[in-house]
């Protein structure tokens, strides 16, 4: 158990600064909204003249392209994350590795074959 601990402590460390830091922006910060709180931020989208000040929803729809831009940046970075510490020790894992990664390329292969069908591929 002392093997532990301290990975025990950094676990609650980590939780105790995560939920004072929500509820300390909770209590001192703004809670009033303005027009410019409401704006859409860099998304390409101008808000449109229905919206209210006190509207916390927007009204208004995004484009189903951002959210594939922004699957297909997180399909990278798995990939990423998982492909480096391989090519590093492709030589001492032998063909188990190799095995585990061919699958692994596969489900990232399903990903992207989903992307580049709604059209998320597609810059032009």
Known sequence: MNVYTPILVLGAVAVA????SVAI?????????????????????EPTARQRVGDRRGGQRFPV???LTAMLFIVFD?????????????????YF???????F????SVAYAYEWRRGGLAWG
Do not use: Q, T
């Open 105 to 108: 390329v596969v489900n990232v």
């Open 17 to 20: 600064f995560a939920v004072v």
């Open 65 to 67: 392209k951002y959210y």
């Open 78 to 94: 798995i990939e990423i994350v998982f492909l480096y510490p391989w090519a590093v020790h492709f030589d001492a894992l032998g």
């Open 97 to 103: 590795g190799l095995a585990a990664m061919a699958l």
């Open 25 to 45: 922006g909770s209590f001192v910060g703004p809670s009033r909204y303005n027009r410019a709180k409401l704006e859409a931020y860099e998304c390409g989208i």
